[in-house]
């Protein structure tokens, strides 16, 4: 069962991974090619974790078990619109 905590918990290592890329690019410890790749891959990450975080919410008040939420693909969340 995923919790809330664990969730953001996930999203703060993200963060923290997303750091230590730009540190690394800057360092010349890796090519700008491979940040970009591992960052669009955070981001898919994080918009999934956020996202999962709001269908907890929205369970939550109404009246739904936010244990019935569930991962949604990089296709469905990265097709959200503002």
Sequence with gaps: MTTDQGIHE???ALVAEEKSLREQLNAGEITRDEEHS???ALEVELDQAWDLLRQRKALRETGGSPDDAAERSENVVEKYLN
């Design 10 to 12: 996930h999203i703060t």
């Design 38 to 40: 591992r960052l669009h």
